[in-house]
């Protein structure tokens, strides 16, 4: 279970590294093109949802060790990228947070050779 949830959790990290980083992009273009609130919104979403996956790609890299540590980081990741979800114009994070929760079980219920 520690390398499922290592892969899953890797995984579903660069799926929001990735939307980030296109959000962070399309923020940025909304705001040349003068929609400053959605624009500034979109991009304030791809820069924290930079930080919730580079949170979680440490949560996920942890889990193949430290399984107590790695599921606090991928619940930590993943709450926050609800909450992100939740409060920013970017609503596609709040199920990419849910999806950080699978790891993060397959993390605390794994069990030492």
């Avoid at 590294?17 to 791809?46: D, H, N, P, R, Y």
């Avoid at 540590?69 to 939740?86: E, Q, R």
Wanted: some cysteine; charged content about 10%.
């Amino acid at each position: 279970m520690r390398i499922a949830a290592f892969v899953t959790g890797l995984l579903f990290s660069l799926i929001i590294l990735g939307a980030s980083i296109f959000a962070l992009a399309g923020g940025t273009a909304i705001g040349v093109l003068g929609k400053t609130q959605e624009g500034v919104s979109l991009a304030g979403s791809g820069a924290y949802g930079f930080l919730c996956s580079i949170l979680g790609i440490v949560g996920a890299s942890l889990s193949l060790k430290f399984k107590w540590a790695a599921f606090v980081l991928l619940i930590l990741a993943g709450l926050f990228t609800i909450l992100i979800g939740a409060y920013t114009i970017h609503k596609n994070m709040i199920v990419f947070g849910a999806l950080l929760f699978l790891p993060a079980i397959f993390a605390a219920v794994s069990k030492k050779k």
